[in-house]
């Protein structure tokens, strides 16, 4: 693991598969949904891939691997271009994660982005989202996405590059925003945020500050998995044995440094004989949402 981090990104797309997307999208935009490009993912080989370490491995380019993957085992789509670089005046304008091919042969253009937010509760906009990191948050992102990234493929730079891959023009241009909103811990479960662009089927957790992990104490039979940034996508998905941490091991863990933890939380199955992730959530230092210095978070 010191040079090299090799992940199964088969796991990735297993969660995706039944994943939801964060916002439900608007009349002008349309989401791109896993499960309707994928018949099963039954059978699937494990699907091995290598990523340097940190500080420079990006949980995004993981995300765009394991849609790859789902359109390499697609019958009716065709991936033509990832992470196609568009520049104009001699500077560079933007980039397109994705240009596939669909069941009828029009030419699409797909945006992706996976992304984790703790809702920080003091009102129902989209700035109330902030990632882990402090930085990062669900409005800047959306308009990021809805105002450059999906126009792009529009623009006369964009087509021409397009053209010369050999690549008609995008008639339709999709956006696949997934991962989780986490919300504060003691209603994370009935919560519900009336932002009208939010996908009320999102997938959902909680979080808690450091100086509050106590809490956990009252989860009846759980054990603790704290996550690499490399299994966020897939959580427990990529663990043939587990060996979850007790509540006392857990929080020594948590508090040896103020980075944020991502946490399965996971029960024993007896009747499957096997540990079941029971939820995700978040721990975070007693400042956040203060940005850490020299620290980067987002995906």
């Not at 009208?196 to 104490?217: A, E, K, S, T, V």
Request: charged letters at 20%; proline letters at 7%.
């Amino acid at each position: 693991m010191k040079d090299r981090l090799v992940i199964d990104i088969k796991k990735d797309l297993e969660w995706l598969f039944f994943s939801e997307s964060i916002v439900s999208g608007s009349t002008d935009i349309e989401m791109f949904t896993p499960n309707t490009h994928l018949q099963s993912i039954q059978g699937m080989p494990t699907s091995l891939t290598s990523y340097s370490p940190p500080p420079t491995y990006r949980l995004g380019r993981q995300f765009e691997d394991a849609i790859a993957l789902l359109f390499k085992h697609s019958k009716g789509e065709k991936l033509l271009q990832r992470n196609l670089v568009i520049t104009g005046e001699s500077r560079t304008l933007g980039e397109l994660d994705c240009l596939y091919k669909n069941s009828n042969g029009s030419c699409v253009h797909l945006e992706l982005a996976i992304k984790f937010y703790l809702y920080t509760g003091d009102k129902n906009s989209l700035d109330s989202f902030i990632g882990p990191g402090g930085k990062d948050r669900l409005d800047k992102k959306w308009k990021r996405l809805v105002e450059h990234q999906l126009p792009l493929s529009n623009t006369p730079a964009a087509l021409q590059a397009i053209h010369h891959m050999g690549f008609a023009s995008p008639k339709i241009r999709q956006l696949l925003l997934t991962g989780i909103l986490f919300y504060p811990y003691h209603n994370w479960r009935s919560f519900i945020c009336p932002n009208p662009l939010l996908n009320p089927l999102h997938l959902r957790g909680w979080w808690l500050f450091q100086n509050q992990i106590d809490n956990l104490q009252d989860e009846p039979d759980i054990r603790f998995v704290i996550l690499p940034r490399w299994h966020w996508i897939g959580g427990t998905k990529h663990y043939d044995t587990l060996n979850p941490l007790t509540f006392e091991l857990m929080k020594q863990q948590v508090h040896a440094d103020n980075k944020p933890k991502m946490l399965a939380c996971v029960r024993w199955d007896r009747e499957a004989q096997c540990w079941h992730e029971a939820s995700r959530g978040f721990i975070v230092r007693d400042n956040w949402p203060t940005p850490l210095q020299k620290e980067r978070f987002a995906p």
